[in-house]
């Protein structure tokens, strides 16, 4: 663009097609180049983003239909269970995600070229082509790396077309940088808990209300199942936009029964297969995503019942079978891996390996590692009486200060938790098979950088930088 207020004509052919081995020099650095545009002082605000996607012809105003989706925790699953299901249905399928496990190029999967392809993460060309522009339209003007990469997400978006866009929201929803849908076709709202308390407020209805910001006037919103605080946070903050909602346990809820998942909204009843994502905080997040589908329209019962079973989403409960991680412990050993980094999520984990136990007993191992300003506490207690040891590991490479593994180990210690630090993810998993040879289920978890990381190890790759 020069000026003009015109999106970019570009050929772009190879968007969607996977990085793969090839060389991630280039996106490596045009990410480092964003970081450095970071402003000193961070004005509360939608303004840069705005000014910047106005530069660029506003790709956003040119964009499918989108459902945006905010929460705490599982707005991630819905994402997938969401796409999973449009896909199914044939429909082509845009979704921005964050962060990113292994590769940046995740966080912008592009619908496939015809209907019933399913979508990929943008190619290695591709995303190093709509940063530089970005970039170049940018002109070095303060903006977090954020913001300007989800401007290039909406503007790869705008030049591709497809039938749906999923948006998740990064952090909180009011204030986020997606929030510049103005009128998207429907929003979502996953279970809302305290985490990012530093930024999104100190008690949970503050945060539930900077979650809420995503709901509009007019706007249908499902609404998971809440914290009865959070809930009337929503609800007041929905009455004041006039935004209609669909509440689970008011209009919709599901289950599980017979084994099958069962799902009510109003006076409709699905009978599904179970989700392919394990765990019962699943089956929740399963729900929410068929009621945002069946609310949504258009999307037929075999498709939706096709995307539960095909869904993936990496590092949540992800078993890991083959590969040199778990070459490290015996064959009758179980290693899991999931990214769960908050108390909300230490319960749903504590539940899932309870239930694992019950139909399988083992002797649980974690190996934990957490970001600086995550809830070690809150996150481990879950555990106590369930996990016989706690291996504390460092976060290689992580975009912020995590927590020193003897603080991991400290507060393990303090829940009563047997604890031990160990260098690597790796020297944890040695460390296990010697003390304890015999069958045991080990789970890696405490931070999604820490998950990333593994991946990449399982991938013999280096993971580029959050």
């Known amino acids: 663009m020069n000026g003009s207020g015109q999106i970019f004509d570009c050929d772009l052919a190879d968007l969607g097609d996977e990085p793969g081995d090839v060389n991630l020099a280039k996106s490596d650095e ?18 840069r983003i705005e000014r910047l996607l106005a530069r660029l012809g506003n790709p956003h105003h040119k964009l499918p239909p989108v459902i945006h989706i905010a929460g705490t925790n599982g707005k991630g699953s819905v994402t997938a269970f969401l796409r999973a299901m449009l896909e199914a249905d044939g429909q082509r399928v845009h979704a921005y995600t964050s962060p990113h496990l292994v590769r940046f190029h995740e966080r912008i999967v592009l619908a496939g070229n015809a209907p019933g392809e399913p979508g990929a993460p943008i190619g290695e060309d591709a995303l190093v082509d709509i940063l530089t522009r970005t970039e170049a339209i940018n002109a070095g003007d303060d903006i977090t790396q954020f913001e300007i990469t989800t401007a290039a997400a909406l503007l790869a978006f705008a030049e591709r077309p497809a039938d749906v866009v999923l948006l998740e929201v ?15 076709a429907l929003c979502v709202i996953t279970p809302v808990s305290m985490d990012h308390a530093e930024k999104l407020g100190a008690t949970l209805p503050l945060i539930a209300r900077e979650k809420a910001g995503i709901l509009k006037r007019g706007v249908t919103a499902v ?28 209009d919709f809820q599901s289950y599980e029964q ?4 069962v799902v009510q909204l109003r006076e409709e009843v699905l009978d599904l297969p179970m989700p392919g994502l394990i765990g019962r905080h699943q089956i929740g997040n399963a729900g929410t ?17 096709r ?12 078993r890991l079978a083959h ?10 050993c179980e290693l899991w891996l999931d990214g769960g980094h908050n108390p909300a999520g230490g319960e749903a984990l504590a539940r899932t390996l309870a239930d694992l136990e019950d139909r399988v007993s083992r002797p649980l191992h974690l190996v934990v590692g957490m970001m600086g ?6 996150f481990l207690v879950h555990f106590r009486g369930l996990a016989k040891s706690v291996t504390a590991v460092p976060i290689p490479g992580a975009h912020e200060a995590p927590h020193a593994p003897e603080a991991v180990a400290g507060a393990a210690a303090a829940v009563g938790i047997p604890t031990i630090t160990a260098a690597s993810v790796a020297a944890a998993l040695r460390a296990l098979q010697r003390g304890e040879p015999g069958p045991k289920r080990v789970l890696i978890c405490g931070s999604l950088y820490l998950a990333g990381q593994v991946l990449a190890q399982q991938e013999g790759v280096e993971a580029q930088s959050n």
């Open 30 to 47: 045009r990410l480092a180049t964003l970081k450095s545009l970071h402003p000193k002082l961070i004005d509360l605000s939608l303004g």
């Open 170 to 184: 990064g952090l909180g929803g009011r204030l986020d940088a997606t929030n510049v849908i103005d009128r998207p």
């Open 223 to 250: 609404i998971a199942e809440q914290d009865p605080l959070g809930e009337a946070a929503i609800v007041e903050t929905a009455a004041a936009v006039a935004a209609p909602l669909l509440m689970w346990g008011q």
């Open 258 to 261: 017979n084994g099958r998942l």
């Open 289 to 305: 995503a068929v009621a945002a589908a069946l609310t949504l329209g258009g999307i037929s019962e075999p498709a939706i019942a």
């Open 307 to 318: 995307g539960l079973v095909d869904v993936r989403w990496p590092a949540r409960f992800q």
């Open 323 to 332: 590969g040199p991680l778990p070459d490290l412990l015996s064959p009758a």
């Open 373 to 378: 300003l995550k809830d070690i506490h809150g």
